[in-house]
């Protein structure tokens, strides 16, 4: 399954770290790299998407 989202972003690339616990944002792509089989992403005229693919459960 694929899987994108998208918004406004900033020019920094999207990697994984380790926000402190009172930081309010910054587990995206952690959460996303921990869950998905690939991931990666591009820049578009309205922002910043991220795609990435699940296993599927079927089968």
């Not at 399954?1 to 770290?17: A, K």
């Not at 009172?22 to 996303?32: K, N």
Request: hydrophobic share 30%; glycine share 14%; net charge negative.
């Amino acid at each position: 399954m694929l899987i994108t989202v998208q918004d406004p972003g900033t020019s920094e690339i999207p990697c994984t770290r380790k926000p402190g616990p009172e930081a309010t944002g910054g587990r995206g792509p952690m959460l996303v790299n921990d869950l998905a089989t690939r991931w990666g992403f591009h820049r578009d005229s309205t922002g910043t998407v991220i795609w990435f693919e699940l296993r599927s459960t079927d089968g």
